[in-house]
């Protein structure tokens, strides 16, 4: 039997004889969220970390509000969805929502949650990850585990292959503005942007982004009283980096990586939460494979998808930026954020159209065929439930037959409104004009090699 650390009274951490599946280091969203998953599956699991004591306001999707629902967090923790808006020169206003979220209220309330799931929260530092011996070496000691996670944010060491944008800087706090009403907005100026966010009945948040070297050569209270319009600036701001950076990518043997750990986003994509907890989704199929022994196929799917994210999340926020350039004329902060990374488009009918790739089926990693889409380069596995690989295998070199043959062959037990939607699908991909490809495993050679 091995030793580990679990917590006692005051949050110390003792030794005794136990060993968990899986242990963490980071209680923020991504490590939580992996942890609550990992412990419904029946893993002993430990997170390592501290509550997040920061106060600090954050927008949350409808579709981080979903995720977050699935563990029981609702609008008593995430309040009601508020209008956000824009003033951004190229973008036209309105229509969007969020929900403005208390960061420490959220993460408590995952912390609570993994509590409640069984899961052991050990509050302490973690000093180093290694894989090799799945030991986690805190301040206070030790924990082994079969598998380790690291979650520790924009705080966890970058691997090799690493890529960031433009050095970028947020400095926010607590503003009082009593004419704002509920809600957020996003302000392009000449030297950056800021994000002001209001609720019903609390203080507003103001969050201005910059370069790191004007902020450097100005000084946060001018940066500050420049974007602002001359707010006062509150006297202990938050002041961290916040461009988008490809933190690790790759996975070495034995440990999983998550949310800002593996790509940290930039809060102008209102991204990260979401990725946070769509990565500590993904995480437990890579989880089983690596315990399964199947490291190979779990490194592939993790490689695949930060760089696909950290390329999607590049090129989409150059498109934003290059909006407002031309109002800026020539602002460094604008010029240089308006052509990083490269000049490939963000969306677009991807040149190699079938893909192989590794996906998630039945919570398991394994390799299939896959449909690259404007919407979804990295490639689409199923429609409506139904598998693309099989469909183009059913119907190589013939197109898309009618719904009744369509049905008949693909999916007989399928309810009409899957086979209608699948149908509706691959027509709007262009298979009832065009064929399917004969064979996809030449087109796939091409794109693997
Ligand atoms: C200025 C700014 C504004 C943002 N605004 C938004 C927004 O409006 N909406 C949005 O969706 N996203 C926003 N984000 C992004 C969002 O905050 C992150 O993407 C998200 O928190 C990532 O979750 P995580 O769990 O990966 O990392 P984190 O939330 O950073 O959690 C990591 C945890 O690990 C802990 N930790 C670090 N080192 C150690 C250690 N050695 N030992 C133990 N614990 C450790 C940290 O204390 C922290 O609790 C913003 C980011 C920035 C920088």
Redesign the pocket.
């Known amino acids: 039997m091995e030793t580990c650390l679990c917590p006692v009274e005051g949050g110390h951490a003792v030794e005794i004889m136990t060993r968990f599946d899986i242990a963490i ?7 939580l969220a992996f942890a609550l998953n990992a412990a419904n599956a029946g893993a002993r699991v430990a997170v ?3 509550p ?1 004591g920061t106060a600090r306001i ?3 999707s409808a579709r ?1 509000a979903m995720l977050l629902g699935g563990y029981g967090i609702g609008e008593d923790v995430l309040g009601p969805p508020l209008p956000r808006n824009a003033d951004w020169p190229g973008l036209s206003a309105g229509g969007n929502v969020e929900h403005l979220v208390m960061r420490p209220a959220l ?1 408590a309330a995952l912390m609570a949650a993994a509590r409640r799931a069984g899961v052991t929260i050990v509050e302490d ?2 000093r180093r990850l290694d894989p090799g011996t799945g030991t986690l070496e805190l301040e206070g000691g030790m924990i082994r585990a079969a598998l380790l996670a690291e ?5 966890a060491p970058v691997g090799p292959r690493r890529r960031r944008g433009p050095a970028t800087i ?1 400095v ?1 706090g607590f503003v009082d503005r009593p004419d704002g009403q509920a809600g957020s907005r996003v302000t392009a100026r000449e030297a950056g942007w800021t994000w002001h966010a209001r609720l019903h009945d609390r203080a507003g948040w103001m ?1 201005v982004s910059v370069d790191a070297e004007d902020l450097r050569l100005r000084g946060p209270e001018t940066v500050w009283a420049d974007l602002t319009g001359g707010l006062p600036m509150p006297p202990k701001p938050l002041i ?3 461009e988008l950076r490809l933190v690790r990518a790759e996975l070495e043997p034995g440990c999983v990586v ?4 593996a790509v ?2 930039d ?1 102008l994509s ?7 907890l769509s990565s500590a989704l993904s995480a437990l199929p890579m989880a089983r494979a690596m315990l399964d022994g199947e490291t190979e196929l779990a490194q592939r799917f993790y490689r695949e998808r930060v760089i696909e994210t950290f390329l999607r999340q590049a090129r989409i926020g150059r498109d934003f930026h290059a909006l407002a350039a031309p109002a800026f004329g020539e602002a460094p902060f604008w010029r240089a954020r308006a052509s990083w990374p490269d000049a490939a488009p963000a969306k677009g009918m991807p040149d190699e159209r079938w893909l192989r790739r590794v996906i998630v089926r039945g919570g398991r990693l394994e390799e299939a065929t896959v449909l690259a889409t404007e919407e979804a380069p990295g490639g689409v596995a199923f429609v409506a439930g139904i598998e693309i690989g099989h469909i183009a295998r059913q119907f190589a070199g013939h197109r898309l037959p009618d719904i009744p043959e369509f049905a008949a062959r693909i999916a007989p037990d399928a309810s009409r409104a899957r086979v209608l939607a699948a149908h509706d699908w691959l027509t709007r991909q262009g298979f009832a004009g065009s064929p399917f490809p004969t064979t996809t495993s030449d087109a796939i050679q091409e794109v693997t090699t």
């Not at 280091?25 to 490590?31: H, N, R, V």
């Not at 998550?258 to 750990?261: I, M, Q, S, V």
């Not at 209102?270 to 946070?276: C, I, K, L, T």
Request: proline fraction near 5%; glycine fraction near 20%.
């Open positions: 280091a980071g209680a923020g969203p991504a490590g390592v970390g501290h997040n954050e927008g949350a981080v993460d530092h973690v979650a520790r944010g924009r705080r947020a926010a969050q961290r980096a916040a998550l949310g800002d750990a940290a986003m809060p209102g991204h990260g939460m979401f990725w946070a």
